[in-house]
C-alpha cells in the first residue's frame, strides 16, 4: 500500500495561543467547533499510542514497524502541542463547563477494555474519520475563497490566535500518515467486519462526548438552537455532506486511506512551511482591531443588518410621503386663471 508522502518537513515547534483573540472567538459556531476537536484529540491519540505500540511488536516487516514508530512520534507531538491550547480553553476561555471537562477526559475511555483486535479497528477508523474531516474542510478551503471564515474579522482572529495555523500543520501531518493504522490491521489480518464495528465504536463515541459538548457551548455561548449552529458550522459551507460520503466510504473493502486523492496537500504544505518561516520564533500578533459585532454569530450580524435595512426603507418610505403631502397641497393653493 502506498503510503502518502510527508510533502513538508514539519518542524515540531511550541504554538503559542492569543488569549485575548480566544475570547474574542468566543461565540464563534466555527471555533466551537475547533475547541472541541482540540479536547478530544488529545485522550483520542493517547489511546491510539498505546495500542499501536502494543501491535509493534508483532509486525514482521521493517517498513511498517519504522511506519507505526513515526504515528507514534507524530501523535505524542500532537498531544504536547495542543496541551497548551486545552489548558487554556478550559481554564480561561470556557471555565465551568462540565462537557468539555468530561470530554477531554473520557475519550476513548470506555474502550480500556476492548480486545487488542477491537482496539486497532477502533484506532483505525478513529484515523480515517480524522482524514475525512481534514480532507472535507481543506478540499472546499483550497477551490474557494482559502478563508476560515466569511468574516474577514473572524478570519483573522482565528489566525493571529494561532488555532487556524495549529489545525493546519495537525492536518498536514494526520494525512501524511493516514494510512499506517489500516495497514497495520491490514498486516494482522482484521476483517471488514471488525473495521465497520470500529467506525460504529468511533461515531457512538463522539455522538456521545461531543454532542452533550457542543451543546452546552451553543446554548450558553450563542443563546440559540443547535439545529442553526449545524446549519452554520457544516452545511452552508458543505462539509457534512463532504465529510458523510467520505467516512462511508470506509465500508467498502477496497478502501486503502493512503491512495485516496488529497489534491490539496502540495499547497497546504506550502502554507504550513510558510507560516514556520513567518513565525519562526513562535509570537502571535496582537488582536486586530475590529468592532465587536464583528465577532459575534453570524446569525445575529444579519438580523442586525436586515434591521438597519428596514429603518432605512422607512426612513425613505416617510421622506416619500411627506414630500408627496407636500406637493397634494401646493397643488391645492394655485388658483385656476
Given at each position: 500500500?502506498?503510503?502518502?508522502?510527508?510533502?513538508?518537513?514539519?518542524?515540531?515547534?511550541?504554538?503559542?495561543?492569543?488569549?485575548?483573540n480566544?475570547?474574542?472567538?468566543?461565540?464563534?459556531?466555527?471555533?466551537?467547533?475547533?475547541?472541541?476537536?482540540?479536547?478530544?484529540?488529545?485522550?483520542a491519540?493517547?489511546?491510539?499510542?498505546a495500542?499501536?505500540?502494543?501491535?509493534r511488536?508483532?509486525?514482521?516487516?521493517?517498513?511498517?514497524?519504522?511506519?507505526?514508530?513515526?504515528?507514534?512520534?507524530?501523535?505524542?507531538?500532537?498531544?504536547?502541542?495542543h496541551?497548551?491550547?486545552?489548558?487554556?480553553?478550559?481554564?480561561?476561555?470556557?471555565?465551568?463547563?462540565?462537557?468539555?471537562?468530561?470530554?477531554?477526559?473520557?475519550?476513548?475511555?470506555?474502550?480500556?477494555?476492548?480486545?487488542?483486535?477491537?482496539?486497532?479497528?477502533?484506532?483505525?477508523?478513529?484515523?480515517?474519520?480524522?482524514?475525512?474531516?481534514?480532507s472535507?474542510?481543506?478540499?472546499?478551503?483550497?477551490?474557494?475563497?482559502r478563508?476560515?471564515?466569511?468574516?474577514?474579522?473572524?478570519?483573522?482572529?482565528?489566525?493571529?490566535?494561532?488555532?487556524?495555523?495549529?489545525?493546519?500543520?495537525?492536518?498536514?501531518?494526520?494525512?501524511?500518515?493516514?494510512?499506517?493504522?489500516?495497514?497495520?490491521?491490514?498486516?494482522?489480518?482484521?476483517?471488514?467486519?471488525?473495521?465497520?464495528?470500529?467506525?460504529?465504536?468511533?461515531?457512538?463515541?463522539?455522538?456521545?462526548?461531543?454532542?452533550?459538548a457542543?451543546?452546552?457551548l451553543v446554548?450558553?455561548?450563542?443563546?440559540?438552537?443547535?439545529?442553526?449552529?449545524?446549519?452554520?458550522?457544516?452545511?452552508?459551507?458543505?462539509?457534512?455532506?463532504?465529510?458523510?460520503?467520505?467516512?462511508?466510504r470506509?465500508f467498502?473493502?477496497?478502501?486503502?486511506?493512503?491512495r485516496?486523492?488529497?489534491?490539496?496537500?502540495?499547497?497546504l504544505?506550502?502554507?504550513?512551511s510558510?507560516?514556520?518561516?513567518?513565525?519562526?520564533?513562535?509570537?502571535?500578533?496582537?488582536?486586530?482591531?475590529?468592532?465587536?459585532?464583528?465577532?459575534?454569530?453570524?446569525?445575529?450580524?444579519?438580523?442586525?443588518?436586515t434591521?438597519?435595512?428596514?429603518r432605512?426603507?422607512?426612513?425613505?418610505?416617510?421622506?416619500?410621503?411627506?414630500?408627496?403631502?407636500?406637493?397634494?397641497?401646493?397643488?391645492k393653493?394655485?388658483?385656476?386663471?
Amino acid at each position: 500500500m502506498a503510503p502518502t508522502p510527508r510533502l513538508s518537513p514539519v518542524r515540531r515547534r511550541r504554538f503559542r495561543f492569543c488569549l485575548a483573540n480566544l475570547r474574542q472567538l468566543r461565540a464563534v459556531p466555527q471555533f466551537h467547533l475547533l475547541a472541541v476537536t482540540s479536547l478530544l484529540s488529545s485522550p483520542a491519540e493517547r489511546y491510539l499510542i498505546a495500542t499501536i505500540s502494543r501491535w509493534r511488536a508483532v509486525l514482521q516487516t521493517p517498513t511498517l514497524k519504522a511506519a507505526a514508530d513515526e504515528l507514534v512520534r507524530d501523535e505524542s507531538a500532537h498531544i504536547q502541542t495542543h496541551e497548551p491550547l486545552n489548558e487554556r480553553l478550559l481554564g480561561q476561555v470556557f471555565p465551568n463547563y462540565n462537557s468539555l471537562r468530561r470530554l477531554h477526559t473520557q475519550m476513548f475511555r470506555r474502550f480500556q477494555k476492548l480486545s487488542p483486535r477491537q482496539a486497532l479497528a477502533v484506532c483505525a477508523a478513529y484515523e480515517f474519520a480524522s482524514d475525512s474531516i481534514f480532507s472535507a474542510y481543506f478540499s472546499r478551503f483550497y477551490a474557494g475563497t482559502r478563508r476560515h471564515h466569511p468574516d474577514p474579522h473572524i478570519h483573522n482572529a482565528l489566525i493571529d490566535s494561532g488555532v487556524a495555523p495549529l489545525f493546519m500543520w495537525h492536518a498536514l501531518e494526520e494525512l501524511s500518515h493516514r494510512h499506517v493504522a489500516h495497514d497495520i490491521a491490514m498486516a494482522v489480518g482484521l476483517s471488514q467486519t471488525e473495521l465497520g464495528l470500529g467506525m460504529v465504536r468511533v461515531v457512538s463515541e463522539l455522538v456521545y462526548l461531543q454532542f452533550p459538548a457542543l451543546l452546552e457551548l451553543v446554548s450558553r455561548e450563542q443563546h440559540t438552537n443547535l439545529l442553526r449552529f449545524m446549519w452554520a458550522v457544516f452545511v452552508e459551507p458543505g462539509v457534512v455532506s463532504s465529510f458523510a460520503i467520505r467516512l462511508l466510504r470506509w465500508f467498502d473493502p477496497r478502501i486503502d486511506p493512503g491512495r485516496l486523492a488529497a489534491k490539496f496537500l502540495p499547497e497546504l504544505a506550502k502554507d504550513v512551511s510558510n507560516f514556520q518561516r513567518t513565525h519562526a520564533n513562535g509570537q502571535h500578533q496582537a488582536p486586530r482591531a475590529a468592532p465587536s459585532v464583528a465577532l459575534r454569530p453570524r446569525m445575529f450580524n444579519r438580523l442586525q443588518q436586515t434591521f438597519k435595512q428596514t429603518r432605512q426603507r422607512v426612513r425613505r418610505a416617510r421622506r416619500h410621503l411627506k414630500n408627496f403631502v407636500a406637493d397634494l397641497g401646493s397643488q391645492k393653493s394655485v388658483t385656476p386663471t
